[in-house]
């Protein structure tokens, strides 16, 4: 499985910038297909610089290695990997693309929406359930949760580096309009730009779902 077909089910984008005085950030994003399916992630390595980078790249190798298991395997497996680590907060979303579904799960403090972009799901947004704790240090009991979705939804993760308040944003909260007119890097880019703090790494993921489209 290779980009090309991720490119097929998703379109993705992202919008970063390290803490200030720093040229390395601990904020990292993946895009992983699978066999039917597409894992996204964002790690956050707790602190800043290159442990915090450390740990969070030896999250994104383990997650790129196990895509396609469920979302709450890879946490163990991620919590196993980053003992000895500064440990990492993360987000994951798994779309099972025949099946038309997503599951995700977060534990710390990288917040995980979901626009629809009909109505014919239910809600017009779904806001992600995040337990605390440390990755790599303090495991939770974790529950994932798997919503439908239909091509036109929208995902979006944010690192701490990003106002929890973006949710309130203007722009999404008519996601039916804005799924349809802006793209998933102008979306990334306006909520960096608005609520990016100055004080912490700072990352927007968003992506576009766009089904089986082959």
Not at 32 to 38: K, L, Q, R
Not at 86 to 91: D, H, T
Not at 155 to 165: E, H, K, M, N, Y
Request: charged share 20%; net charge negative; glycine share 10%.
């Amino acid at each position: 499985m290779d980009a090309a077909r991720s490119e097929s089910w998703l379109r993705w984008s992202v919008a970063a910038r390290p803490l200030a005085r720093q040229s390395v950030s601990g904020d990292v994003p993946l895009v992983a297909p699978f066999f039917g399916g597409v894992l996204v992630a964002v790690v956050d390595g707790l602190g800043h610089g290159e442990e915090a980078v450390t740990a969070a790249q030896r999250a994104i190798t383990t997650l790129t290695a196990n895509a396609q298991e469920s979302v709450v395997f890879l946490l163990q497996c991620c919590h196993e990997e980053l003992k000895g680590t500064r440990g990492a907060v993360m987000s994951l979303a798994s779309f099972q693309v025949h099946d038309g579904l997503m599951t995700w799960v977060g534990v710390g403090d990288v917040e995980g929406v979901l626009l629809r972009g009909s109505l014919e799901t239910g809600s017009a947004r779904e806001i992600l359930l995040l337990r605390g704790g440390v990755v790599g240090y303090q495991l939770p009991l974790v529950r994932a949760t798997t919503l439908p979705v239909r091509p036109g939804d929208m995902l979006i993760f944010a690192t701490d580096g990003i106002r929890s308040d973006f949710v309130q944003e203007p722009l999404l909260r008519n996601p039916l309009i804005r799924v349809a007119q802006d793209g998933p890097q102008q979306l990334a880019d306006h909520i960096l730009r608005q609520y990016g703090k100055t004080t912490d790494d700072a990352l927007v993921l968003v992506a576009r779902y766009l089904g089986d489209s082959l």
